[in-house]
């Protein structure tokens, strides 16, 4: 059941934290490091000994660039780093290194959704609390591993232009796969060098004021993203028909139950008192470092490409993000493009005859699967598609080829042809007899098409199809029907 | 005067090099003193000479150098003069004392100063404070008074200090001996115990302009590990003038006149030396630096706004003093920093917190980093007509212990004159002038960034003039 009311519509905007697979930390020279033995990557700088001062790693600074080209946003010929004042056992200098009010990139736009601003952060230590909640309240003890504390964060954050559940899954996975492709992170949602919070408003269908938003923590997968924004819409819906505000509120959400409960106050009543870091100088992007980093981007980010599957290609907008998004789909698509005849005019096959393969395709492979991994060659299935385009076989039969594709590989022709799964045409005697047989079935149905009721004509079709096994398309009988009573 | 702690530092290293005297009998004979010494000017002293490591033939010869607490030094106690950092030894060394010891000055101790170096009298010491040399009733000032009263009273050759807004210059005026702050980020800051991010400065401490000028040398450069040290251009030069011929000087109003409260004796001193530095061949004309008397305004809101973050790692969880919580997190942070945190330390941090707050950020803050930008602006200009400006170091000499610790207000003054160049970064220089009633005045002159060798030069030229003797403090 939909948890969305008609009169109400939900507003959302995310801010998605980024680790950078840099080689080293934020402002020390410490490796990076997943899983190690704790606090063996730490030095006096990202310990906050006495003393100790942070340098700007440079490769933090160029994959910031690239984020912020790939999402075409403007580069801030300087900007700033400002500290960020809070007390906190993770954070050990007890201020975060950040960018605040003058950040490396602003604007810019992914999909349909605008990007309000990137900037570059240090990561917090990783504290481990003993005990049964897991949380730091209630905790026996905690320690803390500063193996993560120091590591190059961007924080991407959007403008509230996401409008439902579904949009807050899916467009976080375009972002991942731009990330992926630009070989600036991981983008490992379990590892936690993805992290993505959602702001989540509602308000009256029509309405243009934005409703009291509440914060969304610890959704550690696209999938929890996507129930504990509905969740939160859900509640915040029920709020308003009960006639109850909504209080600006940071909520944690807890996949195994679906419930969101607020953090303590404690935890976030902060004033910050941001001042620009004195230990930093401003970044200034130079034309040098703009050029380095264009140089880095891939020729081709997912956007562009979906929107090239779409405009040149002919693809619905669903599909031509589907494989824009996931890289191995349209990787595989392109190659049984190729394969077919490649790009030039002289196309053997159809892009869009094509592309409906590919969804049958993982269908039989297992949904997370790589197609190119399967039995089912790229040329293999650019000739299905050729096949069923030419009414060489019908659609049901060329979903039985694909079937046998997936189990034993091999050619589609040679299988239509043991198989016996070539379309029956108006040139087979069979086809002709069967078509006979329905008319002398159904007299009725036939006066009715006679007089004008093309509808009627439904049943006939029907009961040829049932009788060749799918191996007839549909519209050759119903052209070759129609023929038969002089229509 | 054969006693070896006579010498300077340079003289000490000549007969090093002259194999008169061994490295190892010179640190001894430092050693032993500040061992020994009833100021309190020392936290820490090392208890033998280094291993003979062929320093004799590094530049600075093995001659041993006093190291103001708050420089990290690795495996020796790094405290800041605070109980909050009791017995804490880091495992780094600061970039500053390391280049003196490759340089072949080795680490003769740790100095005593005012707690994370904010105080004007070294009383702020969360280890108590350090006595003046020429006179034990009497404050060393601060910050760096161990440092300063050390030099002074021959339990060390030289110092090094840090200097925010005077603490080089002013205990160096109140022990009668040379103190000089560089241009911002001619030294690195790196292992620094930190203050005052945007102001805080190493500079020697020692008896003369000479050996101002070894350490400097030895101690300025770019340092990967600071991003805001710059590389220095050219090289610091020896100092050799003899004169001042064709040297402006600059004496500004709004530093000098009524309003600094200066001391009747001290502008006494201050008036003769002009007229010395004008028999010397400089010539001495009025300068305008219209927003100087809102340096101290807009130092008191940018230090403790800084010293409030930079502070905010003494939170008990890692290193230094922790008093348990009772298993709750605040209340053990609370606790900690209640206990390790002397009064003035405390009440700058809560400065720096309110200045930095929501609603009171541009009022406060933003405001002085403006006045901080118009002092800078006040600077350039007057040194398009002239080559240093030139005032007191402090409005008066050393004053008796306890008598201004009463009033916060009263001694923030200390800074009146000292404040405006740590504020535009720019290099100053405080030289011994004389005696006032018996205790030692300064004379601060003051240039352009990166102006260090011709203001060394200028300071030399005045020194031998002046011909200020400083072995009535050394006992």
């Not at chain 1, 700033?80 to 950040?103: A, E, M, T």
């Not at chain 1, 699967?369 to 050729?386: F, H, M, R």
């Not at chain 1, 030419?390 to 590989?409: F, H, I, W, Y």
């Not at chain 2, 348990?324 to 330390?345: Q, W």
Request: one cysteine or more; proline letters at 7%.
């Amino acid at each position: 059941m939909s948890p969305l009311t008609p009169e109400y519509e939900p507003v959302i905007g995310l801010e998605i934290h980024v680790q950078l697979s840099t080689r080293t930390k934020m402002f020390c020279g410490c490796r990076l490091s997943f899983n190690d033995p704790p606090n063996i990557h730490t030095c006096p700088t990202c310990l906050g000994l006495p003393g100790a001062l942070p340098v700007v790693n440079a490769r933090a600074i160029h994959f910031g660039i690239m984020i912020g080209l790939a999402l075409g946003c403007e580069i801030a010929e300087r900007s700033l780093f400002h500290r960020k004042n809070y007390f906190y056992p993770d954070l050990p200098k007890g201020y975060q290194i950040s960018q605040y009010d003058v950040p490396l990139c602003r604007g810019g736009r992914l999909g349909d959704v605008r990007i309000h601003r990137v900037h570059l952060e240090e990561d917090a230590a990783k504290l481990n609390h003993l005990g049964a909640s897991g949380r730091i309240h209630g905790s026996d003890r905690s320690w803390v591993d500063f193996n993560r504390g120091g590591t190059p964060l961007v924080e991407i954050v959007t403008e509230p232009d996401l409008r439902s559940p579904e949009q807050a899954r899916e467009w976080p996975a375009l972002l991942r796969t731009t990330l992926r492709q630009l070989g600036v992170s991981d983008v490992n949602m379990e590892e936690g060098s993805l992290r993505v919070d959602a702001n989540v408003s509602v308000r009256p269908v029509g309405s243009t004021q934005l409703g009291t938003k509440t914060e969304l923590k610890n959704m550690n997968s696209f999938r929890f993203l996507e129930r504990g924004v509905r969740a939160e819409i859900s509640r915040q819906i029920a709020l308003l028909e009960r006639g109850e505000p909504v209080m600006q509120e940071t909520l944690h959400f807890d996949p195994a139950t679906d419930t969101l409960t607020p953090l303590r106050s404690k935890e976030e009543a902060h004033d910050y008192r941001y001042f620009p870091e004195p230990d930093l100088v401003p970044v200034l992007a130079t034309e040098e470092m703009l050029a380095a980093a264009r140089a880095d981007l891939p020729t081709e980010l997912p956007a562009e490409r979906a929107a090239r599957f779409e405009t040149e290609l002919g693809l619905n907008a669903d599909t031509a993000r589907l494989f824009a998004f996931r890289t191995e789909l349209g990787d595989y698509f392109e190659r049984a493009l190729a394969a077919a005849g490649g790009n030039g005019e002289q196309r053997e096959v159809d892009p869009v005859e094509l592309s409906n393969w590919i969804p049958q395709l993982v269908e039989r492979i297992g949904s997370d699967a790589d197609p190119a991994g399967s039995n089912v060659a790229p040329e293999s299935l650019a000739t299905l598609a050729t096949m069923v385009k030419a009414k060489e076989v019908s659609r049901d039969a060329a979903r039985e080829v694909l079937t046998r594709l997936v189990q034993e590989g091999g050619d589609p022709r040679a299988i239509v042809e043991r198989e016996g799964l070539g379309a029956l045409t108006a040139e087979d005697d069979g086809l002709g007899k069967l078509i006979d047989r329905a008319l002398a079935a159904d007299p009725a149905a036939v006066n009715q098409v006679r007089s004008g009721n093309m509808k009627a004509i439904g049943p006939l079709v029907g009961y040829v199809m049932r009788e060749t096994k799918g191996r007839a398309d549909g519209g050759e009988i119903t052209r070759l029907i129609r023929a038969r009573l002089g229509l | 005067m054969s006693e070896l702690t006579d010498l300077t530092a340079a003289a000490a290293a000549e007969r090093i090099r002259a194999r008169e005297i061994a490295p190892a009998e010179l640190f001894e004979a430092y050693r032993a003193r500040a061992a020994a010494n009833d100021l309190n000017a020392y936290t820490w002293v090392a208890d033998a000479p280094p291993p003979d490591d062929g320093s004799a033939q590094a530049p600075l010869a093995g001659v041993p150098v006093a190291v103001k607490d708050l420089f990290c030094t690795e495996g020796v106690p790094s405290q800041s003069g605070s109980k909050i950092l009791e017995g804490y030894r880091p495992p780094y060394t600061a970039t500053v004392v390391a280049k003196l010891a490759q340089a072949g000055a080795p680490l003769l101790g740790k100095t005593n100063q005012d707690e994370f170096a904010m105080g004007s009298s070294n009383e702020n010491s969360g280890f108590g404070p350090v006595l003046n040399p020429w006179d034990r009733s009497r404050v060393p000032g601060g910050s760096s008074g161990g440092s300063a009263a050390a030099v002074a009273a021959g339990l060390a050759p030289w110092a090094i200090g840090t200097d925010t807004g005077g603490s080089i210059r002013q205990p160096a005026a109140l022990c009668g001996i040379v103190g000089l702050k560089p241009t911002y980020g001619a030294c690195s800051r790196y292992g620094m115990i930190a203050f005052a991010s945007s102001l805080d400065q190493a500079g020697p401490l020692t008896r003369d302009v000479t050996d101002a000028a070894l350490i400097l040398r030895h101690t300025i450069g770019r340092d990967r590990h600071d991003s805001t040290s710059l590389e220095f251009p050219g090289e610091i030069a020896l100092p050799q003038a003899e004169d001042l011929k064709g040297i402006r000087l600059g004496v500004p109003e709004e530093l000098t006149g009524a309003e600094g409260g200066i001391e009747p004796g001290v502008h006494e001193n201050y008036n003769a030396i002009i007229a010395l530095a004008e028999g010397l061949g400089a010539t001495v004309e009025p300068c305008r630096l219209e927003h100087a008397p809102h340096a101290l305004s807009a130092y008191y809101l940018i230090a403790p706004a800084e010293a409030s973050a930079n502070l905010a790692r003494f939170d008990g969880v890692r290193y230094g003093l922790r008093v348990d919580g009772d298993a709750d997190l605040i209340t053990m942070y609370s606790r900690t920093r209640n206990a390790g945190f002397g009064p003035e330390v405390k009440r700058r941090i809560m400065l720096g917190t309110y200045a930095l707050s929501s609603g009171y950020y541009d009022a406060y803050y933003g405001t002085a980093q403006k006045v901080r930008t118009k002092i800078a602006e006040d600077f350039h200009t007057a040194f398009e007509r002239f080559d240093f400006i030139v005032t007191p170091t402090s409005p008066w000499t050393a004053f008796e212990l306890g008598s201004k610790t009463a009033d916060p207000l009263a001694m923030y003054l200390n800074d009146f004159m000292t404040v405006p160049m740590s504020l535009a970064g720019i290099p100053a220089i405080s030289i011994p002038s004389g005696l006032s009633e018996g205790l030692p005045v300064g004379f601060q002159l003051a240039g352009p960034a990166f102006s260090e060798s011709r203001l060394l030069d200028a300071a030399y030229a005045l020194e031998r003039a002046i011909g200020f003797d400083g072995s009535e403090a050394r006992g």
